[in-house]
T-cell receptor
Framework: AQKITQTQPGMFVQEKEAVTLDCTYD???????LFWYKQPSSGEMIFLIY??????QNATEGRYSLNFQKARKSANLVISASQLGDSAMYFC???????FGSGTRLQVQP | NAGVTQTPKFQVLKTGQSMTLQCAQD?????MYWYRQDPGMGLRLIYY???????DKGEVPNGYNVSRLNKREFSLRLESAAPSQTSVYFC????????????FGQGTRLTVV
């Protein structure tokens, strides 16, 4: 079984500042993938970034980066230079048949 | 490029009625998934199909059945709808390997009264 824990139900950040969204996971798979998705108020699921369990480097994708600490089983999402359009729910997920966390609602304030 | 298409987008059912949610993908993906999302929560896996001809239960399969009709289509059936099945349902597809993301449909908002 797999489990994702996102301990921050809601976060506020000022526009142009960086923010870190926490994610810890538990899986018995020796190899696995970690994913972050964004869900704006319109409801669609948007893929943001992927981290493989055996990747040597932390993943980056534009303003998104992952702080991956395998020994701690954490995969925190860092959003740099926040924009108003970043306001949304953010979900961490693990595995082929994705197991999702409960999400973090991020609100970017002007 | 349509991606993952779900129909219908909205549905209201009476308790005990049945219905089928349709999902089709045009990306030639091997794997397909059905999730439900309850208010304020993450997505929970109902059923998935790793490849054409196979289906497996996810975290919350009770009250649902699925059919992988062909590589493109994966349907979800509610035989006797209950108010507890009121939710937003998402279909997704992926290539099925460890390092590929899933692509999601726009969701079906189902209300059971």
């Amino acid at each position: 079984a797999q489990k994702i824990t996102q301990t921050q139900p809601g976060m506020f950040v000022q526009e142009k500042e960086a923010v870190t969204l926490d994610c810890t996971y538990d899986t018995s798979d020796p190899s696995y993938g970690l994913f972050w998705y964004k869900q704006p108020s319109s409801g669609e699921m948007i893929f943001l970034i992927y981290q493989g369990s055996y990747d040597q480097q932390n993943a980056t994708e534009g303003r998104y980066s992952l702080n991956f600490q395998k020994a701690r089983k954490s995969a925190n999402l860092v959003i740099s230079a926040s924009q108003l359009g970043d306001s949304a729910m953010y979900f961490c997920a693990v595995g082929r048949a994705l197991t999702f966390g409960s999400g973090t609602r991020l609100q970017v304030q002007p | 490029n349509a991606g993952v298409t779900q129909t219908p987008k909205f549905q209201v059912l009476k308790t005990g009625q049945s219905m089928t949610l349709q999902c089709a993908q045009d990306m030639n993906h091997n794997s397909m998934y059905w999730y439900r999302q309850d208010p304020g929560m993450g997505l929970r896996l109902i059923y998935y199909s790793a490849s054409e001809g196979t289906t497996d239960k996810g975290e919350v399969p009770n009250g649902y059945n699925v059919s992988r009709l062909n590589k493109r289509e994966f349907s979800l059936r509610l035989e006797s709808a209950a108010p507890s099945q009121t939710s937003v349902y998402f279909c997704a597809s992926s290539e099925g390997s460890l390092n590929t993301e899933a692509f999601f449909g726009q969701g079906t908002r189902l209300t059971v009264v």
